[in-house]
């Protein structure tokens, strides 16, 4: 196989970059995350479940949104692996997921914001 040539070599090594743009599927799920969090409604219900478990009716009155509009943005979160849920009786409880990827975003989020966590003792 021939090795990739630049028009105008200035003598950076792009192998490695070259061997990541082949990957193009790692760029369009990155894309679909920026387009998910797109939304301040879904960065700030993502935002709270980063910091406590919550079920719909308890983050429709803290981002002050009807359930059905909250439980859209679940939906989306959930699906892109972003918050986990889990029933208890009637009940469900949303929260982020426990993955380096979620961790990641609730970080960027905060930085971003220059927010900090609010401490446990704080919220007690």
């Known amino acids: 196989m021939e090795k990739f040539k630049l028009p105008h070599d200035h003598g950076h090594h792009i192998d490695k970059l070259i061997e990541c743009m082949s990957h193009t599927n790692n760029f369009e799920i990155i894309a679909d995350i920026f387009k998910l969090l797109g939304d301040s409604s879904r960065i700030q ?3 709270i479940l980063c910091h406590c478990e919550e079920c719909v009716i308890n983050l429709s009155a803290l981002v002050n949104m009807t359930s059905p509009a909250v439980s859209h943005h679940l939906k989306q979160l959930k699906a892109r692996g972003l918050i986990v849920s889990r029933r208890e009786g009637k009940e469900v409880y949303y929260k982020a997921a426990d993955t380096e990827q979620a961790q990641l ?4 989020i905060e930085k971003l914001m220059e ?4 401490s446990l003792e704080s919220l007690n």
Request: hydrophobic letters at 65%; charged letters at 0%.
């Open 45 to 47: 219900i993502f935002w």
């Open 115 to 118: 927010m900090a966590c609010p």
């Open 105 to 108: 975003l609730h970080n960027v």
